[in-house]
């Protein structure tokens, strides 16, 4: 059963960049595609990105100038960089895996999450 | 960007009462939709996708139905242990929207 494990600095000072990663264990980084979602403090789910270990990211637009994602296959683990960070990015951000379904060719797009991390609680203070 | 809209944000009902939250979208994403729980200071939990796809392990008193753009999440017999917040999510296109939450409580 996969095991999603997310790391990475608890506080972060603002106008500095955010830095998470994400461990996946028992299973293949590379069959599926991979999410971070973030939630404030008593607020709802917001989804950043997703990205697939050989295709390009997709981000949340809201987000976009600030984000980037990758993968290493050889640590099976995927990151998070959300730079510029103030305090409205303080939230607890989780890690999530979404099955693929791809139609004809080489498109390809996630499905739900049926698998998350516990999450890891970034404060973006002074 | 389709949005998700749901309702209500957040309801009291009784044990045992059938507890019925909605989520529509501003288009068309035929049934593709997720439900999940989040239970206070814990993670979400898959319940539902695909609109009506009861999660392996999800109990059965859990139900979802609908396409095009109006979806419920249905609780046929409310039970303590489902006090959460739940939240719908269109997986159609991205970005991969997700629904206010609902809140639901027992009176």
């Known amino acids: 059963q996969v095991q999603l494990q997310e790391s990475g600095p608890g506080l972060v000072k603002p106008s500095e960049t955010l830095s998470l990663s994400c461990n996946v264990s028992?299973?293949?980084?590379?069959?599926?595609?991979w999410s971070w979602i973030r939630q404030p403090p008593g607020r709802g789910l917001e989804w950043i990105g997703y990205i697939y270990y050989n295709g390009s990211p997709n981000y949340n637009p809201s987000l976009k100038s600030r984000v980037s994602m990758s993968v290493d296959t050889s640590k099976n683990q995927f990151s998070l960089k959300l730079n510029s960070v103030s305090a409205a990015d303080t939230a607890v951000y989780y890690c999530?895996?979404?099955?693929?379904?791809?139609?004809?060719?080489?498109?390809?797009?996630?499905?739900?999450?049926?698998?998350w991390g516990p999450g890891t609680l970034v404060t973006v203070s002074s | 960007d389709i949005q998700m809209t749901q309702s209500p944000s957040s309801l009291s009902a009784s044990v045992g009462d059938r507890v019925t939250i909605t989520c529509r979208a501003s288009?068309?994403?035929?049934?593709?939709v997720a439900w999940y729980q989040q239970k206070p200071g814990k993670v979400p939990k898959l319940l539902i996708y695909a609109a009506s796809t009861l999660q392996s392990g999800a109990p059965s008193r859990f139900g979802g139905s609908g396409s095009g753009t109006d979806f419920t999440l249905t609780i046929s017999s409310l039970q303590p242990e489902d006090v959460a917040t739940y939240y719908c999510q269109k997986y159609y296109s991205a970005p991969l929207t997700f629904g206010g939450g609902t809140k639901v409580e027992i009176k």
């Open positions: 288009q068309v994403i035929s049934n593709d």
């Open positions: 999530a895996r979404s099955p693929r379904y791809c139609s004809g060719g080489s498109s390809c797009r996630p499905l739900h999450f049926d698998s």
């Open positions: 028992g299973g293949s980084i590379t069959s599926y595609s």
